[in-house]
């Protein structure tokens, strides 16, 4: 049933243009819409004893079968996430960007890129205990005029209290030090991810994350294509991959863990602080935290929930 479940396949992600199924999911509607061939592989069988073996054998035959059939399919397409999620789609990969970043466009209604930015921050804060802030390049001065600050400001920026378990003597110790007592995240947000703006994407989040500790490239939706390149621009420049779930913000992944920088560019963070109204609120939100010692989570766009507001 090789080749005639690869046409089926073919033809049900046809049928259903702009949705993404797993495999599964296909196998079952496989065996909705063709329960004469089902029954005869199943019949035909000398493995297969009922129909839940008989829906495994094709999810995994699916699975197996997607490289050859995307090699001679280039409409099917698949996600990065786990389950690999397949879609079929004859629009090039620069328009399904555009698709994906204007919210305007005809069809079911799209998530936008502000949309993001809440839920990144859910994430963070619940599951890393990262108190972010956004940057809204809006609130910039552009003293130097237009396109002067092209790809300085992410979206995001957020502290992690490195002391936060610590022993009440070692965090004091660790004060009177000066030493290092948090980790400074930025981040770059976009909606989805493929070849065709992968690489202006990255080095998007290199030239704005450039002040950081950590930086990191997140998006609600990853081509598995795009990954390869990823990884190799990683090995170049350290900048991590996020995906954002964002039905389930706090099940969000991290795919590829940002290379940490030891030192913070002050010069550049002294830059962004002039340039930015929110950068500036954001390390003075860190200027309290090192006079404190506490986190006041209304200063922050996500509090975590165990924590109470002060």
């Known amino acids: 049933m090789a080749l005639e479940l690869e046409n089926k396949v073919i033809q049900f992600l046809r049928d259903s243009p ?10 079952d509607n496989i065996f909705k819409q063709y329960p004469g061939d089902c029954k005869k592989k199943l019949e035909d069988s000398e493995v297969l004893k009922n129909v839940d073996d008989l829906l495994q054998q094709l999810t995994a035959e699916i699975s197996s079968r997607r490289p050859v059939w995307q090699a001679k399919h280039p ?3 698949s996600t990065d996430s786990r389950p690999i999620r397949y879609y079929y789609s004859e629009k090039s ?3 399904e960007i555009e698709e994906a970043e204007n919210p305007q466009t005809d069809g079911p209604s799209r998530i936008a890129e502000p949309d993001l930015y809440p839920k990144l921050s859910e994430y963070l804060c619940e599951i890393h205990g990262v108190w972010s802030k956004r940057i809204d ?3 910039s001065s552009n003293k130097g005029g237009k396109g002067s600050n092209r790809w300085l400001y992410p979206d995001l920026v957020g502290m992690k209290n490195l002391s936060e378990h610590w022993d009440s003597e070692l965090a004091l110790l660790n004060k009177e030090s000066a030493g290092q007592r948090v980790c400074l995240w930025s981040f770059e947000v976009k909606i989805k991810l ?4 992968l690489r202006e994407c990255y080095f998007q989040a290199v030239s704005n994350s450039s002040w950081a500790n950590l930086g990191y490239l997140v998006a609600a939706e990853i081509e598995e294509k795009a990954m390869e390149e990823f990884r190799m621009l990683y090995g170049l420049h350290g900048i991590g991959l996020i995906q954002l779930n964002t039905t389930n913000p706090t099940e969000s992944d991290i ?5 940490e920088r030891s030192e913070i560019n002050w010069e550049t963070a002294n830059r962004l602080i002039k340039e930015n109204k929110d950068f500036k609120s954001f390390i003075c939100n860190i200027r309290q935290f090192f006079q404190t010692g506490s986190i006041k989570g209304r200063d922050w766009d996500y509090a975590r929930k165990k924590v109470e507001e002060r």
Do not use: M
Request: no cysteine.
């Open 18 to 27: 702009a949705k993404q199924f797993n495999a599964r999911e296909i196998a």
């Open 75 to 77: 409409q099917l397409k």
């Open 93 to 95: 990969e620069e328009s």
């Open 137 to 139: 390049e809006k609130r």
């Open 194 to 197: 493929n070849r065709s703006n």
């Open 255 to 259: 795919k590829i863990p940002a290379r």
